[in-house]
C-alpha cells in the first residue's frame, strides 16, 4: 500500500533531510513510495521555510544514488534469482525486467539517466545494468546523473509551484514520462542507424 501524504510529511516532519533519504533508498529499490511526490512535497517545504534548499537536495540525490546503487549490487551479485523469488513482493515479474533489458541493449547506458523519470523502471534498469556485469565506474557514471537531474526537477517544481505543488507533480511526471520514452525511442534509431552506416577507412 502507497504512504499517504500525511505518513510522508510525517516521516519528513520527524527525521527531516534523514527521512527523505531513507524514503528515496527504499522508493528505489523498489518499495511502494511515490517518490515524485516526495520530492515535489520537499520541494514545496523549502517554498515555505520549513526545509534548506541544499540539504534537501543533498538528501534527494543521495537517497536515489544510494537506491540505485543498492539494485545494481543485487543485480550484478545475485542476478534475477531475486526477481523469481521474491519480485511478486513488490509487484515485478520477470516479463518486466525482460522489456526493460531489452530497451536497455538498444538505449544503452542513456537508460540509467531516463529512466529515472518513467515510474516502475528506475530500479529495474539498474538491476539489468548489474545482472549485464556493467562497470560500476560507467553506471555510477549515467545513473549518479540521472538521480541529479531527477531530484532536482521534483525538488525545484515544488518550490516554484509552491501552494500548486500536488497537481503540478502529476503535470510534470505525465510530461517526464512521455518525454524520456521520446528520447528512449530516438536513441533507438540512432544507434540502429549509426550501426548500420558503413564505417570510413
Not at 511478486?88 to 540509467?112: K, N, P, Q, S, T
Not at 525545484?156 to 507533480?169: I, P
Amino acid at each position: 500500500m502507497f504512504p499517504d501524504l500525511q505518513t510522508i510529511l510525517g516521516w519528513i516532519s520527524a527525521y527531516g533531510y534523514f527521512g527523505i533519504f531513507v524514503l528515496l533508498v527504499l522508493g528505489i529499490v523498489g518499495l511502494p513510495v511515490p517518490d515524485e511526490i516526495l520530492l515535489t512535497l520537499a520541494g514545496f517545504l523549502v517554498f515555505k521555510g520549513k526545509l534548506r534548499f541544499a540539504p534537501t537536495l543533498a538528501s534527494g540525490v543521495f537517497g536515489s544514488i544510494s537506491g540505485i546503487s543498492l539494485s545494481y549490487g543485487l543485480g550484478r551479485s545475485l542476478g534475477f534469482y531475486l526477481i523469481k523469488r521474491y519480485g511478486h513482493y513488490i509487484h515485478v515479474e520477470l516479463e518486466m525486467v525482460e522489456r526493460v533489458r531489452d530497451w536497455f541493449g538498444r538505449a544503452g547506458r542513456w537508460c540509467l539517466v531516463f529512466g529515472y523519470f518513467v515510474p516502475g523502471v528506475r530500479h529495474l534498469t539498474a538491476y539489468v545494468a548489474g545482472t549485464s556485469k556493467l562497470p560500476f565506474a560507467e553506471f555510477a557514471l549515467f545513473a549518479y546523473l540521472g538521480g541529479l537531474l531527477w531530484s532536482a526537477t521534483f525538488i525545484c517544481a515544488g518550490f516554484f509551484l509552491g501552494e500548486r505543488w500536488a497537481s503540478g507533480a502529476e503535470a510534470i511526471r505525465r510530461h517526464s514520462i512521455a518525454g524520456a520514452v521520446i528520447l528512449a525511442a530516438l536513441l533507438v534509431v540512432y544507434y540502429h542507424f549509426r550501426k548500420r552506416s558503413p564505417r570510413k577507412s
